[in-house]
């Protein structure tokens, strides 16, 4: 790497082509030395106006960011040793400063001009951006086309949120390379955004006229609306009093015209930056609640489109990096449960449902900011669990909160479903039962349209006051009610620190 020589300026790249003008731009005097000799490269540097990568400051509506952005002209924006000194030093300033970094990538990977030079900035890249998350600082990326080989397979697959142009290219192979190394040309849907989208790899489809909009959403600099829930199922004014039976109250719970998850966030946020998973029975975002940003994951339980969507192994990864994502930032989560259960199929099994419960129920209890659930339907077994972990548990009049479903309690203790009815009562799921039992911390108000101010406000509130921890202290202490006096395990005590 050496400095660029005299005379040799930089393109100027088109305002249309960039997602912000940069009010300072770095390195721009850094220029390959060409590590390998190789044919004609040094012409084609002297003849480039300047490197593949730019990289500076930007404003987004005021909130101060560091922006790497790919110039396709140079080289086909191709990462080589300058490009990737220029990335790990814009992140270790991001670092130094507490920014967060804003990328942009059109690229056909690495340089092969610069060999294993230009290979070897895959990991330097990635180290950067691990150190720029362990610092508890956001960054986003909006994928243009296209967006290839060692680029997208190393440090731009890593940022915490993720956009795509419409239609673009994108794949670790291009489709050129996947014909020589295979002989076969991939199917027209293969290496696309929208297949990236689909599969969860992307968190959002966005041309380029809206891409500066969405990256102020998702900085907390402007508003993103959640656009697909029903608002149809959030009735004018709701029902307040309690079911008369644990039998209504299951019925109520499960009813299809009930708001889920999804109704809830919608009615709740004022913003929401989908974070994509593949299915879609759980959804996530960062959002806003009362000017208050906040991770929202949400169940919800018409993604089948029957009313009793169960989420899978991919369901649970995705709610793991909401998570993940809330404690590194340092905001608080909301979780809304509504789901009759995990699923159960094959499918599942051998994706790992049960470890994937685990690990869910893990990223909660390390969790470090304060956490609130809203169990707003139906909390069926492990699979609402792995959400209701949380510091303070919420039910309202009609949801309901179980170990089983009395279903499958019939099944196994009958052998007989339709038995079920036998064994709501004793399951004892009601909200006022899971209030009275210690294992939930209160009541809200069903969602109607009249009250939402004031669930926000609850929410908001208890969000505020709840402290990383209070779930341990609270089944804790549930737990020691339920060992009878007497016993001799009942003497020991049981920590809930």
Same mark, same amino acid.
């Given at each position: ?124 890249? $990635?180290? *950067? &951006?691990?150190?720029? %998350?362990?610092?508890? /600082?956001?960054? @986003?990326?909006?994928? =243009?086309? #296209?967006? +290839? !080989? ?64 969405? $990256?102020? *959403? &998702?900085?907390?600099? %402007?508003?993103?609306? /959640?656009?697909? @829930?029903?608002?149809? =199922?959030? #009735?004018? +004014? !709701? ?66 489109? *029957? ?191």
């Amino acid at each position: 790497m050496i400095p660029r020589a005299a005379g040799r300026e930089r393109a100027v790249v088109h305002d249309a082509e960039l997602l912000l003008p940069l009010t300072e731009e770095w390195d721009r005097e850094l220029a390959s030395a060409d590590p390998l000799g190789f044919p004609h490269y040094a012409e084609a540097l002297a003849a480039a106006p300047g490197e593949s990568i730019r990289t500076g400051l930007v404003a987004f509506r005021g909130v101060r960011s560091v922006l790497i952005q790919s110039d396709f002209e140079i080289f086909g924006g191709t990462m080589g040793v300058v490009a990737g000194e220029k990335i790990v030093r814009s992140f270790r300033r991001a670092v130094d400063q507490r920014l967060p970094v804003v990328a942009v990538t059109r690229t056909g990977g690495a340089r092969m001009q610069e060999g294993m030079a230009a290979l070897i900035q895959m990991p330097r890249t $990635v180290t *950067a &951006v691990e150190e720029h %998350a362990r610092s508890g /600082l956001l960054s @986003a990326i909006v994928y =243009r086309s #296209p967006t +290839t !080989g060692g680029v997208f397979a190393s440090w731009a697959s890593r940022l915490d949120v993720r956009a795509a142009e419409p239609h673009a290219t994108m794949g670790f192979a291009g489709p050129r390379v996947v014909r020589a190394f295979t002989g076969e040309t991939p199917p027209a849907w293969s290496h696309t955004a929208e297949n990236a989208y689909a599969a969860g790899l992307v968190d959002a489809l966005v041309g380029q006229a809206d891409q500066v909009a969405w $990256v102020n *959403a &998702v900085l907390g600099a %402007a508003d993103w609306p /959640l656009a697909d @829930a029903d608002p149809g =199922r959030i #009735p004018e +004014t !709701g029902p307040t009093g309690l079911p008369s039976s644990a039998q209504r109250a299951v019925a109520r719970a499960r009813s299809t015209s009930r708001p889920s998850g999804l109704e809830w966030a919608a009615a709740l946020c004022s913003s929401w930056v989908e974070l994509k998973g593949a299915d879609p029975a759980i959804r996530a975002g960062l959002a806003r609640i009362l000017g208050e940003r906040v991770v929202v994951v949400a169940m919800d339980r018409y993604a089948d489109g *029957a009313g009793a969507a169960r989420p899978g192994p991919a369901a649970y990864r995705l709610a793991r990096r909401a998570i993940g994502l809330a404690d590194r930032i340092g905001l608080p989560l909301l979780t809304l449960v509504d789901t009759p259960g995990a699923e159960p199929g094959p499918a599942a099994e051998t994706d790992g449902i049960a470890g994937e419960i685990a690990a869910t129920i893990a990223a909660m209890s390390r969790l470090r900011m304060p956490s609130v659930c809203v169990c707003v339907g139906e909390g069926g077994s492990g699979g609402a669990m792995a959400l209701g972990h949380a510091d303070r548990l919420f039910m309202l009049p009609g949801s309901i909160f179980s170990v089983i479903s009395p279903e499958g309690a019939a099944a196994i203790l009958f052998r007989d479903p339709a038995r079920a009815g036998e064994l709501a009562g004793p399951l004892k799921l009601t909200s006022a039962e899971l209030i009275g039992l210690g294992i939930a911390d209160g009541m809200l108000p069903e969602l109607a349209a009249d009250r939402i101010d004031c669930l926000r406000e609850a929410v908001t509130s208890a969000l505020g006051t709840a402290m990383a921890g209070d779930r341990e202290r609270r089944i804790a202490k549930a737990t020691r009610s339920f060992i009878a006096v007497g016993s001799a395990s009942a003497a020991e005590p049981v920590a809930d620190h």
